[in-house]
């Protein structure tokens, strides 16, 4: 053994002799560039929460700098609070499906109707995983699908969504949304 390692050691030796370091090139160093914020930017309230008495926020519609998805694109996204244990189960659809909202076809304005209205049933009956469907949109490819759209900003900018993801291939792949909604406030006091 120790023959082999001093023939490896001697051959690489061999092969560095003719190796030359690099030559060093002061370049000063870059900052990023710090990214403006928008005025326009939308921050949800994370103090907000909803009770019976409330509505939803009917006031968050899409806001045209934002980018947007297509048919295939996967939607992800997750509160911080979330480990990654959970993230996974929630992701491939293992922690049940407690609601289901199908929003397929429908107008914008008919969409977040119902999405209020499954929103309210679910705060009534402490409900937390949701499946929303939506389809894919338009088939051209080229077209962004507005409803897609739509639901993927109104629920990232919901102060009771905890996370949400394109749902997994046999309840829907892209053209539906898994969705987490937070312990409901009203809930909390109540069992205190």
């Not at 030359?20 to 928008?38: F, N, V």
Request: proline letters at 6%; one cysteine or more.
């Amino acid at each position: 053994m120790d023959n082999d390692d001093a023939e490896d050691k001697q051959a690489f030796i061999d092969a560095m002799t003719q190796v030359r370091p690099l030559k060093q090139i002061d370049q000063p160093r870059t900052k990023k560039a710090a990214i403006p914020k928008s005025k326009h930017m939308i921050k949800p309230n994370l103090k907000a929460t909803f009770t019976k008495d409330t509505l939803l926020p009917s006031v968050i519609r899409p806001q045209p700098y934002q980018t947007d998805v297509y048919a295939e694109d996967m939607l992800s996204y997750r509160d911080p609070s979330i480990n990654a244990t959970l993230w996974r189960h929630f992701k491939q659809g293992k922690l049940g499906i407690e609601r289901r909202l199908d929003l397929h076809g429908m107008t914008l304005v008919q969409a977040e109707n119902h999405l209020e209205q499954c929103l309210h049933y679910a705060h009534e009956h402490t409900l937390r995983h949701l499946l929303i469907i939506h389809g894919k949109g338009s088939h051209d490819g080229h077209t962004p699908p507005i409803l897609k759209n739509w639901l993927w900003r109104w629920l990232r900018n919901c102060p009771d969504v905890l996370a949400i993801h394109s749902a997994p291939s046999h309840l829907g792949g892209a053209g539906a949304v898994l969705v987490w909604l937070k312990k409901w406030i009203a809930q909390r006091t109540l069992s205190r």
